[in-house]
């Protein structure tokens, strides 16, 4: 089984502050893990995923997560946030060789000026 | 470059009346993923189509059915609509061999079930 845990499901930073968004996961085999971001009427938009290559991850508008086993987290960070970086964020799991995603419950981010 | 289209955009039915959802998947896509996202909630998958047969299936009752046509689009259909049925309805995209198994959204069909 696989499965996300999203703490803080609000998280509120103040503009050009640092953000950080915790997502532990459980899964059965090597995973796959994924960040995606939900913008208010807009579909699902990939940040960035771990595919056991390299453990730091960088993604799309200045995000990076950092995979860690021993800890089974793949926390999600930018070191300055934007307002334009108000949204949903969903951590999710893949485990390897069955192709259906697992979703967290999501952390919805608001970026105060 | 199309991505994943979805239509309707908006639906309204009735509770006992059934609903069918389309989507067409990125190009050079073969597989064809659905979720339910309730309100407040991450999506949940629903199933999964690949060469047109139904490959994977998620916790959910047979009410659900899809279909997928040779041209890899897809269909989801709900029966029996119960006001917990109203959601988005999220329809994603693949290829079945890719490495890392990305699967790209479409912006969702919204259901609501009066």
């Known amino acids: 089984a696989q499965s996300v845990t999203q703490l803080d499901s609000h998280v509120s930073v103040s503009e050009g502050t640092p953000v950080l968004l915790r997502c532990n996961y459980s899964s059965s085999y090597s995973p796959s893990l994924f960040w995606y971001v939900q913008h208010p009427n807009k579909g699902l938009q990939l940040l960035l995923k771990?595919?056991?290559?390299?453990?730091l991850v960088k993604g799309i508008n200045g995000f990076e997560a950092e995979f860690k086993k021993s800890e089974t987290s793949f926390h999600l960070t930018k070191p300055s946030a934007h307002m334009s970086d108000a949204a949903e964020y969903f951590c999710v799991v893949r485990s390897y060789g069955n192709n259906r995603l697992a979703f967290g419950k999501g952390n919805q981010v608001v970026v105060i000026p | 470059d199309a991505g994943v289209t979805q239509s309707p955009t908006h639906l309204i039915k009735t509770r006992g009346q059934q609903v069918t959802l389309r989507c067409s998947p990125k190009?050079?896509?073969?597989?064809v993923s659905w979720y339910q996202q309730a309100l407040g909630q991450g999506p949940q998958f629903i199933f999964q189509y690949y060469e047109e047969e139904e490959r994977q299936r998620g916790n959910f009752p047979d009410r659900f059915s899809g279909h997928q046509f040779p041209n890899y689009s897809s269909e989801l259909n709900v029966n029996a609509l119960l006001l917990g049925d109203s959601a988005l309805y999220l329809c994603?995209?693949?290829?079945?061999?890719?490495?890392?198994?990305?699967?790209?959204f479409g912006p969702g069909t919204r259901l609501t079930v009066t």
């Open positions: 771990y595919t056991s290559a390299a453990t």
């Open positions: 994603a995209s693949s290829l079945a061999l890719t490495p890392g198994g990305e699967q790209y």
């Open positions: 190009s050079g896509h073969d597989t």
